[in-house]
């Protein structure tokens, strides 16, 4: 592409939804955006939410090159990455998974489409070690996934709802939340998310909205890390007596998300004020997935 810049976007997701956890995910309307265009030396120009270092060694590099791999070419194109990136960082949100993304989804541009979309699905799906970031991310909306072996399923998009984030100002990194699940789990605990989480797509293809309060409900992974997000559980309890639909913590944390109609919006944010604390709250319509673009510039 030596007179063309690439631009891509790739949507902030929610892993998990409660019950569904390493296999349900959602895509939200908030993007990472990113540009590259050939060049002498691998760069990245960033800007937005944390602080991610200007060098090759990041997130977006490691997507694009695990995709060049993944084709069985050694010796990737360098590039020149700007990318500006809306999605808080380790907040549970999948900024790791949209970074991850975009860089695979560059190199598929780059090679000629040779990966399409369900390569560029493997390849982060890989990286990332379960799928349920990077699948919505890639596809959009509602989806349900496995790693291994790769398949990716959407969901029915329901029409009127929004979620609403609670977004505390502390950082849950998601190798902190991972140490924090047992080795083993009661089979009682593994039945009673295995039904809850074939409820989420029951619910959405039914319009049964009403079943996705006990769909969202979890006992694998958010009553382990409750103690790194202090006051999780009772806030679960607020939103859902403020009106939400389904309420659950956004992937490792600490996220608070509710899925509501727009009547109940502001009610839910009111109840989410003491969780968030310094933080903030922001209201999300579902997401498109990955999208990009390639724009010629004049030759000079």
């Not at 120009?45 to 995709?67: E, F, K």
């Amino acid at each position: 592409m030596p007179n063309e810049t690439l631009y891509v976007q790739v949507p902030a997701t929610l892993a998990n939804l409660g019950s569904g956890f390493d296999a349900l995910g959602v895509a939200l309307d908030l993007y990472l955006e990113v540009s590259a265009s050939l060049a002498s030396t691998d760069q990245l120009h960033y800007t937005g939410q944390g602080q991610v270092p200007n060098t090759p060694d990041n997130l977006i590099h490691l997507g694009y090159r695990a995709a060049w791999q993944a084709l069985d070419e050694p010796s990737p194109p360098t590039i020149a990455i700007q990318a500006y990136n809306p999605i808080p960082l380790a907040r549970g949100m999948g900024s790791s998974s949209a970074a991850l993304v975009a860089g695979a989804a560059l190199a598929d541009a780059l090679s000629g489409w040779q990966l399409g979309q369900d390569g560029v699905f493997r390849v982060t799906a890989a990286l990332e070690g379960h799928p349920d970031n990077v699948a919505p991310a890639v596809y959009g909306g509602f989806v349900a996934a496995l790693a291994d072996p790769p398949l990716a399923l959407s969901l029915p998009a329901p029409e009127g709802l929004l979620f609403v984030l609670g977004v505390p100002a502390y950082e849950v990194p998601t190798p902190l939340a991972r140490t924090a699940l047992p080795e083993t789990i009661p089979y009682a605990d593994a039945v009673f998310n295995l039904a809850r989480s074939a409820l989420w797509p029951a619910a959405l293809y039914s319009g049964r909205f009403e079943a996705l309060r006990e769909a969202a409900r979890d006992r694998l992974h958010q009553p382990y890390r409750a103690h790194l997000m202090p006051g999780i559980e009772p806030a679960l309890e607020q939103v859902y007596a403020a009106g939400a639909l389904a309420a659950f913590v956004g992937g490792a944390g600490p996220t608070l998300a509710a899925l509501a109609d727009a009547s109940h919006i502001e009610t839910i944010r009111t109840a989410m004020r003491d969780y968030v604390g310094q933080g903030s709250t922001l209201v999300l319509g579902l997401g498109e997935g990955l999208r990009w673009k390639a724009v010629s510039t004049p030759s000079r």
